[in-house]
């Protein structure tokens, strides 16, 4: 079982929809991380958690650090917001190594 | 500001043939990581640095070496490259063990 587990891993969704995307990990940790990457290019650094919610424009994460599990809100979904979403957990163990989750892929249909 | 800057973005080599990734970084970060992208697979680490002069292994160090001799700088090198080496290669800095880290563009690397 990955230490990192992202759902779904496939995600189709219309234009103006709310979208979840869900991150469960299995270790302690001290940091998420959720990024973007768009086909074919970099990687992009959405936000950086700890505990609670953080919020930027139409992005939204959360954070439940008892239930080791975060969720990333897209709201009114736009086919720009067609990426891969992926999931990093920094462990407490100190070791400086994020675990990744394989990504969750979105496309949005205009 | 140009943020982590990777070259080169694309590279072909044949079996045996040896090159190096560079990664540069302007944002001052103490701690730079490259890490290897496969289909189906999360990011994997392959070594990484705290600081200059400094390199660690990650967790998919063997077929590689990494030098840290400019803290704005961090090498990656294949000796001897395989097919199994074919990836795309993802270099990222931050300034601290759990601060936000930011990724280049990615070198996508063949190896026939």
């Known amino acids: 079982k990955n230490e990192v587990e992202q759902s779904p891993q496939n995600l189709t969704a219309q234009e103006g929809e709310f979208i979840t995307i869900n991150c469960s990990y299995s270790?302690?940790?001290?940091?998420l991380h959720w990024l973007q990457q768009h086909p074919g290019g970099g990687i992009v650094s959405l936000f950086m958690?700890?505990?609670g919610k953080k919020k930027h424009g139409r992005l939204i994460a959360t954070i439940n650090i008892q239930e080791k599990h975060s969720s990333l809100h897209i709201t009114a979904s736009h086919p720009r917001d067609s990426a891969v979403y992926i999931c990093?957990?920094?462990?407490?163990?100190?070791?400086?190594?994020?675990?990744f989750g394989t990504g969750t892929r979105l496309k949005v249909l205009a | 500001n140009a943020g982590v800057t990777q070259t080169p973005k694309f590279r072909v080599l044949k079996t045996g043939q040896s090159m190096t990734l560079l990664c540069a970084q302007d944002?001052?970060?103490?701690?730079m990581y490259w890490y290897r992208q496969d289909p189906g697979m999360g990011l994997r680490l392959i070594h990484y640095?705290?600081?200059?002069?400094?390199?660690a292994k990650g967790e998919v160090p063997d077929g590689y070496n990494v030098s840290r001799l400019k803290k704005q700088n961090f090498l990656l090198g294949l000796e001897s490259a395989a097919p199994s080496q074919t990836s795309v290669y993802f270099c990222?800095?931050?300034?601290?063990?759990?601060?936000?880290?930011?990724f280049g563009q990615g070198t996508r690397l063949t190896v026939v």
């Open positions: 958690l700890s505990s």
């Open positions: 944002m001052n970060h103490e701690y």
């Open positions: 990222a800095s931050s300034w601290g063990e759990a601060t936000e880290a930011f």
């Open positions: 990093a957990v920094l462990p407490t163990s100190g070791t400086y190594k994020y675990i």
């Open positions: 270790v302690g940790i001290s940091a």
């Open positions: 640095s705290v600081g200059e002069g400094t390199t």
